[in-house]
């Protein structure tokens, strides 16, 4: 049987991963949202971000699934019911 495709991960084994500005992406996220009914700010997303990290993320090695970050960013997000203005492609470019 010849495979249709070949899956890669990228991240940390093709390509080195830089850093980024964590409070910067949420900020310019933010600034470019459609909707924000409740008005939260940086600091709600941020401790939202963190709880999701703590209870989400850290389990990634535990349980060997991987989070991608449109997964973590609509948890986040839609927690709030915060609705963003462009396709999940570009949201995390500009991130």
Known sequence: MIPKGVL???GGT??????YNLPAGDAW????SLQNPSN???KQISERRAFIEREVVVRRDQCRIETPWTV????VYDYFNIQLGTDW???ELEF
């Open 8 to 10: 890669i991960d990228c």
């Open 89 to 91: 492609e570009n949201l």
């Open 29 to 32: 996220m933010l600034c470019h």
């Open 14 to 19: 093709l390509l080195d991963e830089i850093s």
């Open 72 to 75: 973590i960013t609509r948890l």
């Open 40 to 42: 939260i700010d940086l």
